[in-house]
């Protein structure tokens, strides 16, 4: 296939898109609760949930990179680059739509 010498280059911009949708998670986190939690106290517990929640999608973002990446499957690398930046894109519109709400 035409994409196979590429496969490398594709894995590593999965790595780096993985750190990026991670951080942008991360600071996202207590924007998205600020607006449903009522107290501190909940903000709080609910922002280390997603934040909990979020170390496992960069677990699995990194488990199908690697499984796609050393199977020679360029399809499912494509696919999770895909499903990658779709990620990091809808959370920062989501987390855009909150800031603004709570201006």
Do not use: W
Request: hydrophobic share 55%; aromatic share 8%.
């Amino acid at each position: 296939m035409a994409i196979d010498p590429y496969l490398p280059h594709i894995f590593a911009f999965n790595i780096l898109l993985t750190i990026i949708d991670a951080t942008i998670g991360y600071h996202a986190a207590p924007i998205l609760v600020r607006t449903a939690a009522a107290d501190e106290e909940a903000m709080e517990s609910a922002a280390k949930t997603i934040r909990t929640m979020l170390a496992l999608v960069v677990a699995l973002y990194s488990f199908f990179s690697c499984l796609a990446y050393f199977r020679q499957k360029p399809l499912l690398l494509l696919i999770v680059t895909a499903v990658i930046v779709a990620d990091i894109v809808a959370q920062i519109i989501v987390s855009r739509k909150m800031k603004n709400r709570g201006r």
